[in-house]
Nanobody, 115 residues
Framework: QVQLVESGGGLVQPGGSLRLSCVAS????????MGWYRQAPGKQRELVAV???????NYVDSVKGRFTISTDNAKKAVYLQMSSLKPEDTAVYYC?????????WGQGTQVTVSS
């Protein structure tokens, strides 16, 4: 069983930055993939960024060049550094992990970009 706990959301002005953190707990040896999804009001949940096997990172086109995903294997954590934030980045951001063929989700953290 894997538990994911996110932190770091909040209110930020357009052009600002935020860093989201997600820490996994439980009996874990190595996580196959960790990533971030987001869901805006009235929209479907979408993949923002993912790291597979701690190496290759992929991003949705709308965040390329602005967001950076990284992991700390020792801490079993994944981070999302978000810069040049736009109002359209406003959403609930969810941490996601794939481990032994099962998908796990965090509880979500709200990110609001507004002046």
């Amino acid at each position: 069983q894997v538990q994911l706990v996110e932190s770091g959301g909040g209110l930020v002005q357009p052009g600002g930055s935020l860093r989201l953190s997600c820490v996994a707990s439980g009996t874990i040896f190595s996580i196959d993939a960790m990533g971030w999804y987001r869901q805006a009001p009235g929209k479907q949940r979408e993949l923002v960024a993912v790291i597979i096997s701690g190496r290759s990172a992929n991003y949705v086109d709308s965040v390329k060049g602005r967001f950076t995903i990284s992991t700390d294997n020792a801490k079993k954590a994944v981070y999302l550094q978000m810069s040049s934030l736009k109002p359209e980045d406003t959403a609930v951001y969810y941490c996601n992990a794939l481990y032994l063929g099962k998908t796990y989700w965090g509880q979500g953290t709200q990110v609001t970009v507004s002046s």
